[in-house]
Nanobody
Framework: QVHLKESGGGLVEAGGSLRLSCDVR????????IGWYRQASGKQRELVAV???????NYADSVKGRFTMSRDFTKNTVSLQMNSLKPEDTAVYYC?????????????????WGQGTQVTVSS
């Protein structure tokens, strides 16, 4: 079952822009944190941006001022607007969500990942 599905990746020149979208197929109101991660070839997956359960939006230092994350509760989507792209932004971008559900008197957490979308920035 697909809970998150990314779209919007592609090839762009340095300095260009792309907008990624994550189609969220679970209740947005049951999600505690949701955000974007990326993994470049040969490197570990890293946080790009996240909405925390405390209501904050955190960005990686490397993307601050260039990337903006937003969410739409009516469309059940989370988007990542990426401007002033650099070759070092090249990676597979993943949408991640942590869902909290009350069941049998206790809170259970479920960690979901999308399949990823490739972003390639040429120099």
């Amino acid at each position: 079952q697909v809970h998150l599905k990314e779209s919007g990746g592609g090839l762009v020149e340095a300095g260009g822009s792309l907008r990624l979208s994550c189609d969220v197929r679970i209740s947005m109101y049951s999600i505690s944190t949701i955000g974007w991660y990326r993994q470049a070839s040969g490197k570990q997956r890293e946080l790009v941006a996240v909405f925390t359960d405390g209501g904050r939006t955190n960005y990686a230092d490397s993307v601050k001022g260039r990337f903006t994350m937003s969410r739409d509760f009516t469309k059940n989507t989370v988007s990542l607007q990426m401007n002033s792209l650099k070759p070092e932004d090249t990676a597979v971008y993943y949408c991640n969500a942590v869902q909290r559900v009350l069941g049998n008197g206790e809170v259970q957490e479920y960690d979901y990942w999308g399949q990823g979308t490739q972003v390639t920035v040429s120099s």
